[in-house]
């Protein structure tokens, strides 16, 4: 049995889409009669697409043609596939090396976004994130792991834009103290997580680049802090840096 699509409109502006991505160029009337609809409801799909950004109508030929916001759409995807299956030997690599969960996160906003995870179940401690959940650039070590490689114009909009909340009693709420942390990070390379989005964990964090040099995405190796001492900061610290050394290169491939 032929399954139909729920939502018809949803169904009509699809084909429409798929229609000129297929054809690069097509007529009102062209359309209307590929897709058997009636002209005035293949103008006002047309026209969605349109108001979308997704179509935009040649001055000259009056035809309707796709707009490179579909590319853009199919690049994203395409980007964060390629991304995760690209990095994870070397997150596994990682957790196995340092027997702690790492966690691989992409920029979104304000937010880093959790895109993928190694968990590591050798200590008994699990942690609670998940993939697809968030966690502000403030006030995390994968956050300010990109945003230490940020000009001060978009330092100072994250800032302004964020919800400053002291989370935990070792939350970042000065805006001078957070620059100076970037600056810190900047030196060494690297971020660190000392409670300050939730008591009792601690990460150490690098920022990876994208292939434009953006700071898009970072990973991280978090734990309990009664197993991250400052003396294990120093040792994984070789790790991460060298795990992003290694990453860097093999996007570059």
Known sequence: MEQKNPIQVADRLFQAMEMLADEGSVGLMELSRELGLNKSTAHRVLNSLIYM???????????????????????????????VQTVRPYLRQLMEVTGETVHFVERDGLDAVYIDKVESFNNGIQMVSRIGS??????????????????????????????????????ITDFDAFQQELSQIRNRGYALDNEENEAGVRCIACCLKDYTGKPAYAFSISAPVSRMGNARIEELAGYVLEAEKNMYEKLRE
């Open 134 to 171: 968030r966690i502000p650039l403030y006030c995390s070590g994968v956050g300010k792991a990109m945003v230490a490689w940020m000009d001060d114009r978009e330092v100072q909009e994250i800032w302004n834009a964020s919800r400053i909340v002291k989370l935990t009693p070792y939350t």
């Open 53 to 83: 950004g997704y179509a935009r109508q040649n001055t000259v030929s009056g035809k309707y043609e796709p707009t490179f916001k579909i590319v853009d759409l199919a690049n994203k995807i395409m980007s964060k596939v390629d991304i």
